[in-house]
């Protein structure tokens, strides 16, 4: 006779998490570019979040005795012609980088989405307005805009947002255009035309989830964009101010003039800037292969 202890124990279901894990090791393993992409991004996020518990020095106390004084155990990368600790910049600079890089290309992507899907929704004499307002947007290299606006504006965080952000607007437009023009004759867009939706909810509620996967991958390429473009613009004194630690900042005071002395002015900002810019880029490409449908195999 069989027991209840004799009857074979069925395996439990696997739980959501477990799927999670499952897929993540997948892409990790089909993209490992892009995790290391991903990982590099979550070390930057790690720091701006926590940069208090990670550095002992305040970024922006100066001290003479330890101007120039070269990478040790205490300040192990050096301090700058101010005696301020470079690691303890480094890390408070993770935050403006992140900051307005996040910012830029959020608002960028976010005005663009606005006018590439009331372009390509609506048509007519609005969608060719817009479009030459993009020609014109985008004939200038992003770069010389961003300049331009920050010059308008003057040197401060938000003001270097709002000028980074502008130049971005007509790629983002360009993208989710495309896509409406493409999704506006779907069936299920007819469909919900059928039962009375308006176009406001038509276009808001139907067509611009379908274009949110190509949204992504560009507004990660915008992040390292952003954050290359704030740089520069620091570099050149029209972008964060002091006393913010900004990694193009740190360069443009140290570059010229201590270059030989002290070169570990410009290594450390240039190659903190460069693996920001390399992982998101990283990053971006991954999310590309796994989100655009045309690229799987």
Same mark, same amino acid.
């Given at each position: 006779?069989?027991?209840?202890?004799?009857?074979?124990?069925?395996?439990?279901?696997?739980?959501?998490? !477990?799927?999670?894990?499952?897929?993540?090791?997948?892409?990790? /393993?089909?993209?490992?570019?892009?995790?290391? $992409?991903?990982?590099?991004?979550?070390?930057?996020?790690?720091?701006?979040?926590?940069?208090?518990?990670?550095?002992?020095?305040?970024?922006?106390?100066?001290?003479?005795?330890?101007?120039?004084?070269?990478? &040790?155990? %205490?300040?192990?990368?050096?301090? !700058?012609?101010?005696?301020? !600790?470079?690691?303890?910049?480094?890390?408070? %600079?993770?935050?403006?980088?992140?900051?307005?890089?996040?910012?830029?290309? %959020?608002?960028?992507?976010?005005?663009?989405?606005? +006018? *590439?899907?009331?372009? %390509?929704?609506?048509?007519?004499?609005? !969608?060719?307005?817009?479009?030459?307002?993009?020609?014109?947007?985008?004939?200038?290299?992003?770069?010389?805009?961003?300049?331009?606006? /920050?010059?308008?504006?003057?040197?401060?965080?938000?003001?270097?947002?709002?000028?980074? &952000?502008?130049?971005?607007?007509?790629?983002?437009?360009?993208?989710?255009?495309?896509?409406?023009?493409? +999704?506006?004759?779907?069936?299920?867009?007819?469909?919900?035309?059928?039962?009375?939706? &308006?176009?406001?909810?038509?276009?808001?509620?139907?067509?611009?989830?379908?274009?949110?996967?190509?949204?992504?991958?560009?507004?990660?390429?915008?992040?390292?964009?952003?954050?290359?473009?704030?740089? &520069?613009?620091?570099?050149? *004194?029209?972008?964060?101010?002091?006393?913010?630690?900004?990694? $193009?900042?740190?360069?443009?005071?140290?570059?010229?003039?201590?270059?030989?002395?002290?070169?570990? +002015?410009?290594?450390?900002?240039?190659?903190?800037?460069?693996?920001?810019?390399?992982?998101?880029?990283?990053?971006?490409?991954?999310?590309?292969?796994?989100?655009?449908?045309?690229?799987?195999?």
């Amino acid at each position: 006779m069989t027991t209840l202890e004799d009857t074979p124990t069925i395996a439990a279901a696997a739980t959501p998490a !477990d799927s999670i894990w499952r897929h993540l090791r997948y892409h990790i /393993a089909r993209h490992p570019l892009g995790a290391a $992409g991903a990982a590099v991004m979550a070390i930057f996020v790690f720091a701006a979040v926590f940069a208090p518990f990670l550095t002992r020095f305040d970024p922006v106390t100066t001290n003479s005795a330890l101007s120039l004084a070269r990478p &040790s155990a %205490g300040h192990i990368f050096g301090c !700058d012609f101010m005696g301020r !600790d470079i690691y303890s910049r480094i890390i408070y %600079g993770a935050r403006i980088s992140l900051a307005v890089g996040l910012g830029s290309a %959020g608002l960028g992507c976010a005005a663009g989405v606005a +006018l *590439g899907l009331t372009s %390509g929704y609506l048509g007519g004499w609005i !969608d060719l307005i817009i479009q030459r307002l993009v020609d014109v947007m985008q004939a200038l290299p992003v770069l010389i805009l961003a300049l331009i606006m /920050a010059a308008a504006l003057g040197p401060a965080i938000g003001n270097t947002i709002v000028a980074i &952000s502008i130049p971005l607007i007509p790629y983002s437009a360009r993208v989710i255009r495309s896509n409406t023009l493409a +999704l506006r004759e779907m069936p299920y867009v007819e469909a919900a035309r059928a039962v009375g939706m &308006s176009e406001l909810r038509i276009a808001v509620r139907h067509v611009l989830p379908n274009t949110l996967a190509p949204l992504i991958v560009l507004a990660t390429a915008q992040l390292g964009s952003a954050i290359l473009t704030e740089s &520069s613009l620091s570099f050149l *004194g029209l972008g964060v101010p002091e006393p913010h630690p900004s990694w $193009g900042r740190m360069l443009s005071e140290s570059a010229a003039e201590y270059v030989r002395t002290a070169p570990w +002015l410009v290594i450390f900002p240039g190659v903190a800037i460069s693996l920001a810019v390399f992982g998101t880029n990283l990053l971006g490409d991954a999310l590309r292969d796994i989100l655009d449908p045309r690229l799987r195999h």
